[in-house]
């Protein structure tokens, strides 16, 4: 599997880095020691995966398809998707099923939209079964439990990597989750990311120049254009309806 162009720096705050996504189709290296018996190869690929193993991997580490059979049956493989497992237990940790999501896609597939956006604390989780998984250059099929998102490119510079998921940039998901989002949530959300320092308005500008015909663009750069050198978070209701009171006291005085 050759790997993605590029390398990509996602600390916006060098005190504070993120774990970047360089390669989406690096395999994870089973051969950690040659001599270990092929279940505990497995569990050191699972342990950097949120506890989950594909079945690609599996083979890798040379189970036979009828010894993955096996530790089905004995429930030590127990199955997540579609060729994807939880090793040895069925208690996920947190942004397992996100994992699990991303590598039922298979190679070239990464955390986005709504998904990633509540990854990186950009709008409230979102009561949904279904995680939304972008998939770059191919058709994947359909998969229960996951919302598809095609794409012929993806730019590296708008991929990371969070807790080992490949994932959508912070600047990326709020392209992708525009079009979704009212104005003031969209602004609520761009105003969060930039006190937290998730994004900076260069990194805005740059991932609206390489997808300046993505649906959400034009809304996106209103709002960041329209909000340049302060931000309006609030910290209540309360001040979210003074908020909204004094812009319509202004709009109302510009009549």
């Known amino acids: 599997m050759a790997p993605a162009e590029g390398l990509v720096d996602c600390a916006v705050d060098p005190k504070a880095p993120v774990d970047c996504a360089v390669d989406l189709k690096a395999p994870v290296d089973c051969a950690v020691d040659p001599k270990a018996p092929v279940d505990l190869a497995v569990a050191r690929i699972a342990d950097a995966q949120k506890g989950l193993v594909t079945q690609e991997q599996l083979l890798g580490c040379g189970l036979s398809r009828h ?36 590598l039922a896609c298979g190679d070239r597939a990464l955390l986005s939209h709504h998904s990633a956006a509540s990854v990186w604390n950009l709008r409230a989780p979102m009561p949904e079964s279904e995680v939304d ?31 080992g998921i490949p994932i959508s940039s912070p600047a990326r998901a709020l392209l992708e989750v525009a079009p979704s989002l009212s104005d003031r949530e969209l602004e609520r959300a761009l105003d969060g990311a930039l006190v937290r320092r998730l994004v900076t308005r260069d990194g805005i500008r ?50």
Not at 95 to 100: K, W
């Open 206 to 255: 740059a991932v609206l120049a390489r997808n300046p015909r993505r649906r959400g663009s034009v809304r996106l750069a209103a709002v960041a254009l329209a909000g340049a050198g302060a931000t309006t978070m609030t910290r209540s209701e309360a001040e979210e309806r003074f908020l909204a009171l004094v812009r319509k006291a202004c709009y109302r005085r510009l009549r």
């Open 67 to 102: 010894a993955i059979g096996r530790r089905r049956a004995r429930g030590w493989l127990r199955v997540v998707h579609r060729g994807v497992y939880a090793v040895g237990h069925t208690a996920l940790p947190e942004l397992a099923l996100q994992m699990a999501a991303v």
């Open 133 to 163: 998984v972008t998939v770059v250059g191919r058709n994947c099929g359909c998969k229960k439990g996951i919302r598809i998102h095609r794409v012929q490119s993806f730019a590296p510079a708008d991929m990371r990597r969070h807790q």
